[in-house]
């Protein structure tokens, strides 16, 4: 009898170490995979104890795991195991919506509201950036902000400093009389400074604007100067600048500038107050037109 119950405490000992080698070989395949991010296929892993062969199907493991027991010379082994390149970070969109309104009432009657929309996605060698943005005003029943813009460009990184770019722009102002305004562009661009805090870049190349100003419906050969800067003054607060010129080709006075400068301040995670200062400038307006558009715009943001 005490014979028999021995017998039977060395077979419980033995399945509890199988069970232990199974458990800790899926384990140790488990960390191997959050670790390293393999992707793997599904790999056979074989248990020899005393003799005995038990095969079990795991998704996860490394090349080759051993794990003696103490007792004997148990080995858990994986094998057919498909050891994929490893994955890069995920790289989403990062977006943001501001939003401004200004109200008078009493001895003016005014309203002003102002919004833009930016996301853009980096990803090298490839760097897309959209945005567009609008306003409207109205001052004693009078429009004093009639505007509408949007532009996007996809650049492509040939080094870590060097890229060229696609670039497409469209603008409409009815308080300058401009009924359209649309550029495109490609050329190339490059990182004078490319830093986590700070980033400066050039951009040149040829271009192409239609436009209808007044009663002038033209379109023209351009070439595109621009240039960004965008320093974070802390871990909250950050300061950006950017600007364009672009002249027409065959006559030279014939150019417009658009210059931009913003500063940001998180309140949360998700919300920041910006205050940026708009400056569009035209060398031949429409007709009673001003060269000069300035706006100062203050506003909450919402990040995504």
Same mark, same amino acid.
């Given at each position: ?176 009389? =401009? ?6 562009? *490609?050329? @190339? %661009? ?5 830093? &986590?805090?700070? $980033?400066? #870049? ?74 940026? =200062? ?6 031949? *307006?429409? @007709? %009673? ?5 300035? &706006?100062?715009? $203050?506003? #909450?943001?919402?990040?995504?």
């Amino acid at each position: 009898m005490a014979a028999s119950i021995n017998r039977e405490m060395v077979v419980l000992r033995q399945r509890m170490k199988k069970n232990i080698l199974l458990l800790a070989a899926l384990a140790g395949g488990v960390a191997v995979h959050a670790d390293n991010a393999y992707v793997l296929t599904t790999n056979s892993v074989t248990l020899v104890t005393s003799g005995t062969n038990a095969v079990v199907r795991i998704v996860q493991g490394t090349n080759s795991v051993l794990l003696p027991t103490q007792g004997d010379h148990t080995v858990v082994q994986v094998i057919q195991v498909s050891n994929a390149p490893v994955l890069p970070p995920a790289y989403p969109w990062v977006s943001s919506v501001v939003a401004g309104l200004t109200l008078t009432r009493g001895n003016s009657d005014t309203t002003l509201f102002t919004a833009k929309v930016q996301t853009q996605k980096k990803r090298e060698p490839d760097e897309w950036l959209f945005e567009a943005d609008g306003s409207y005003g109205v001052n004693n029943s009078v429009l004093s902000a009639d505007s509408l813009h949007g532009s996007g460009q996809y650049n492509h990184l040939f080094d870590e400093r060097m890229y060229g770019f696609a670039n497409a722009d469209a603008l409409h102002d009815g308080i300058q009389d =401009l009924k359209y305004r649309i550029s495109l562009s *490609p050329g @190339a %661009g490059y990182y004078f400074i490319k830093t &986590k805090p700070t $980033s400066l #870049v050039g951009e040149v190349g040829p271009g192409f604007v239609s436009e209808l100003r007044g009663d002038t419906d033209e379109s023209y050969l351009s070439v595109r100067f621009a240039e960004h800067f965008d320093q974070k003054l802390s871990g909250t607060a950050r300061l950006w600048e950017k600007a364009e010129l672009i002249p027409q080709v065959t006559k030279i006075d014939n150019y417009f500038m658009n210059a931009e400068i913003g500063v940001e301040s998180a309140l949360t995670k998700r919300l920041s107050l910006q205050v940026t =200062l708009d400056d569009n400038y035209a060398n031949e *307006p429409a @007709a %009673g037109r001003k060269n000069n558009d300035v &706006k100062l715009i $203050s506003g #909450v943001a919402f990040k995504f």
